[in-house]
């Protein structure tokens, strides 16, 4: 049975909520921190400038560096999308964190739900998935916090099909988070809509998976809860794509001046998104696996700074010049980022030695887990490059549910 967004409306709107939302907690920590950090991104002054609401403020921000968290499901940056148009509707309805985790897990059970019914190859043709798709978890997010009933559910969700955009030809530029921060702020319009009794057509979600993607299977969820392992929290600010092989790289002991030669193999619908040959610009870098593979290897690290300061360094271009890249076919219909489809690595070292090592999971999934430790070093490095920005990660670790979500938010707000 393909994908019934009347059933799912219909699911969504008697959900109980989660017991102990520890999943959505991490993200909130996780993306809050992001937030922060992302409050230097140059284009803000701009948005401001131009009137742009908080959802695109903060969407902006939450994805300048491009550390915040993806699921593959939907191939989406979900929590950047969700909590930007929370912080937006909290404006005019202040909530709970209570109220904020279990409208972010209703956001993201319509994002994977959705998401499913499109397939992979809506996210490899090209479409931007955290946009396209995203939007509707933001609508169903906003929605649940606003207490639609199930048939305001499904209007809101019709009308984010009528507005869903975005495209992958803009990774590298500022529109990236652009395009996140226009699906929050839609995604919320589009249950205010709902709940002001507008009326939508109820062919819409379904049309839009067929013209968008393969209409497949997706089945109404069981749970709100979100099991360990389903959003995949970054360790480096880049594109996922290269996080399988930044793990192995991480794990070399290896002088960079002793490496004649890198072959990097990674399945052609994912080296796709990464295969930038010369970046010459920070954001251009995140998308360029040679060089996130030359600035590891020769640097031992990969942090937000990098990307700024070592972009033009020397002995990183050096080392690039010696990475050749090979796109692997795989069977149609593979998800994203899947083992079946795993990155290989071969380093030639100049006395002849060769290290060839396989990839096959990324750090963040069940089978490389992240542990706590790591997300709140993670979250307080990120409040670092925020000047003033308060420490909150006991509160969104273990707060009551009844703590004013606004109050969590880190300083400087954007």
């Not at 930007?84 to 964190?97: F, G, H, N, V, Y």
């Not at 996080?243 to 001046?257: A, E, F, K, N």
């Not at 990475?323 to 990155?343: H, N, Q, W, Y």
Request: hydrophobic content about 45%; charged content about 20%.
């Amino acid at each position: 049975m393909v994908a019934d967004p009347q059933a799912f409306a219909a699911w969504l709107a008697q959900a109980p909520s989660s017991a102990d939302w520890i999943e959505a907690r991490l993200s909130f920590l996780d993306t809050l921190g992001c937030i922060a950090a992302g409050a230097r991104a140059p284009a803000l002054p701009v948005l401001r400038q131009m009137g742009m609401s908080r959802a695109v403020l903060s969407a902006v921000a939450g994805h300048f560096d491009d550390f915040d968290d993806s699921e593959l499901i939907g191939s989406t940056h979900p929590s950047t999308v969700l909590i930007s148009a929370l912080i937006e509707l909290d404006l005019e309805k202040p909530m709970t964190l209570g109220q904020a985790l279990d409208a972010y897990e209703a956001g993201l059970a319509a994002i994977e739900f959705i998401g499913a019914g499109l397939g992979y190859d809506h996210y490899a043709r090209g479409f931007h998935a955290s946009a396209t798709v995203g939007i509707f978890g933001a609508a169903a997010a906003c929605a649940r916090v606003l207490k639609l009933d199930s048939d305001r559910i499904a209007v809101a969700l019709s009308l984010a099909a009528s507005q869903a955009a975005g495209l992958k030809v803009q990774f590298g530029s500022d529109a990236k988070g652009l395009q996140l921060g226009f699906a929050a702020e839609a995604g919320l319009r589009s249950a205010r809509l709902a709940q002001a009794g507008l009326s939508a057509s109820d062919r819409a979600v379904d049309i839009f998976l067929k013209l968008y993607g393969v209409n497949r299977t997706a089945a109404v969820p069981q749970s709100l809860t979100i099991p360990p392992g389903r959003i995949y929290r970054k360790l480096w600010p880049c594109c996922h794509y290269a996080h399988r092989l930044l793990q192995v790289c991480q794990g070399l002991d290896l002088p960079p001046d002793r490496i004649r030669r890198i072959d990097l193999q990674m399945p052609a619908p994912f080296l796709k998104v990464i295969e930038i040959q010369d970046p010459r610009t920070a954001s251009a870098a995140k998308f360029s696996l040679r060089w996130c593979i030359a600035a590891m290897l020769t640097g031992g690290e990969l942090c937000v700074t990098d990307f700024e300061t070592r972009l033009h360094d020397p002995d990183l271009r050096v080392l690039m010049s010696r990475i050749d890249l090979l796109a692997l076919s795989v069977r149609d219909g593979i998800a994203d980022l899947s083992p079946e489809a795993p990155d290989r690595i071969t380093i030639t070292c100049d006395d002849g030695h060769v290290i060839a090592e396989t990839a096959a999971h990324v750090p963040g999934s069940t089978a490389l887990p992240i542990a706590m430790g790591q997300l709140v070093t993670k979250y307080r490095g990120n409040l670092a490059l925020a000047k003033g920005a308060s420490n909150r990660s006991g509160d969104l670790l273990r707060g009551a549910a009844d703590l004013p979500f606004r109050s969590l938010i880190p300083e400087p707000k954007v």
